[in-house]
């Protein structure tokens, strides 16, 4: 009998320590360094996994976000371990766990996190399935977690694709019924067979690489709630803060943000060749790139050299072609412009014929001889071509190509080649 009551004061005391302890943020806990609020409506789609828009988060934020849950008790020691660095994130739910675990869900949106939908069976065919049939997940699974809390309001119109195999035409159901789709920004892979140090590893090498986003993990694993304790450590010591998301609401005001922060990613410049000449700068002297090999269809793989193969060479024209094509320039008389490249710049060697085996197995028959005249020869044009003289326009056109000698001997095509 001493002994029992001994063991119920103990355990009352160990969970009264543990309430202050969560309620109580120390002083160096990791805490959420401000709530972001989002209106659904005017960004419905973010995550550059998938999406041009993400969160907009300054440099060094991360959004912790939980997949699949709940499921104690991983889910409960991911709770313990936020609670104890007064950390806030975003959980999406699955529906029939949720019809498990009502519990488990109370707790986290008791605890301050976001409540969200992930589907109530969570199938991997959301990319194929009809509209009809995503529907029924998506309602499925805002109806167990609204059952689960007894409050409509209390769940987030936030929505993530199971697997992340969206599809537009469900994307824009959802946009119709106010929901707010979330891929992500960075993954830790801890659904794979790893362990927790790699979670850990692969989690932090890639928010340092990226610099900021929101973190894909999953509270139904062990190895993601073994690997927490060390996240949240090295967030810590690397400057990183956690911010924490909600829907905007009639009383809850959207947080004001620059429209440029919502971009997840640039679209490169266009790089243009031959680039434009600048001669009213500083520099009195223009530059004019010079073209790479890949420009003519050499490309280089390993120690082998390929070359495009040209399927048609057509010789219709008595002048030899200008290039690249004359553009009008405001050129002062005293600068000094590179000249354009000539014909000779691009001479190729090895000209051969380009056919079929069949055609190249046909006997050929005897060809005349023709006989030029000296008037033919007055005639042909005195400028230089790609070999001489450009043909007569009244001669056919023909298949023709060119190659260039490689670094190594030609391989056998027909045998199975490594990779």
């Excluded at 104890?84 to 766990?97: D, N, Q, S, Y």
Aim: aromatic share 8%; with cysteine.
């Amino acid at each position: 009998m001493r002994s029992t009551v001994a063991a119920t004061v103990l355990l009352a005391s160990l969970l009264g320590a543990g309430t202050a302890g969560a309620a109580e943020c120390p002083a160096d806990a990791l805490g959420v360094s401000r709530t972001l609020v989002v209106d659904v409506n005017e960004h419905p789609r973010v995550g550059s996994w998938q999406y041009g828009e993400s969160l907009p988060l300054n440099d060094h934020e991360v959004v912790l976000t939980f997949d699949d849950g709940p499921l104690p008790p991983y889910t409960d020691r991911v709770l313990d371990l936020l609670a104890a660095e007064c950390v806030k994130a975003t959980f999406f739910m699955v529906g029939r766990m949720v019809q498990a675990y009502p519990a488990a869900v109370r707790r986290v949106y008791d605890e301050g996190h976001t409540i969200a939908n992930h589907s109530q069976t969570h199938p991997f065919t959301f990319h194929k399935m009809s509209v009809d049939q995503a529907s029924r997940e998506i309602e499925g699974g805002f109806s167990s977690l609204r059952t689960a809390l007894g409050d409509p309001k209390a769940v987030a119109p936030f929505f993530r694709f199971p697997g992340l195999l969206r599809q537009t035409a469900v994307e824009q159901y959802l946009v119709d019924h106010g929901d707010m789709t979330w891929s992500v920004d960075i993954a830790a892979d801890d659904w794979t067979r790893i362990n927790n140090r790699d979670v850990a590893r692969r989690a932090i090498s890639r928010l340092e690489a990226r610099g900021k986003g929101i973190l894909l993990l999953h509270d139904i694993q062990a190895r993601t709630a073994l690997a927490l304790p060390e996240i949240l450590q090295e967030l810590k010591a690397r400057g990183f803060k956690i911010v924490h998301v909600v829907p905007a609401t009639p009383d809850r005001p959207k947080t004001v943000t620059e429209p440029e922060l919502w971009a997840a990613r640039h679209a490169p410049e266009p790089k243009i060749w031959p680039r434009t000449l600048v001669v009213d700068g500083e520099s009195p002297e223009p530059v004019l790139a010079a073209p790479s090999p890949a420009s003519f269809g050499i490309e280089r793989f390993g120690p082998v050299t390929k070359v495009a193969m040209a399927q048609t060479f057509e010789r219709q024209s008595d002048a030899a072609p200008v290039w690249p094509a004359a553009v009008a320039y405001a050129v002062p008389v005293d600068a000094e412009v590179l000249p354009i490249p000539a014909a000779h710049n691009f001479r190729y060697s090895r000209v051969f014929r380009l056919g079929s085996a069949e055609e190249k197995a046909k006997p050929k028959p005897e060809a005349k001889k023709s006989v030029r005249t000296a008037r033919a020869r007055d005639s042909a044009p005195a400028s230089g071509g790609w070999f001489g003289a450009w043909p007569a326009p009244a001669r056919p056109s023909r298949a023709a190509g060119h190659q260039l000698s490689v670094t190594r001997p030609p391989i056998n095509l027909a045998a199975p080649q490594a990779r």
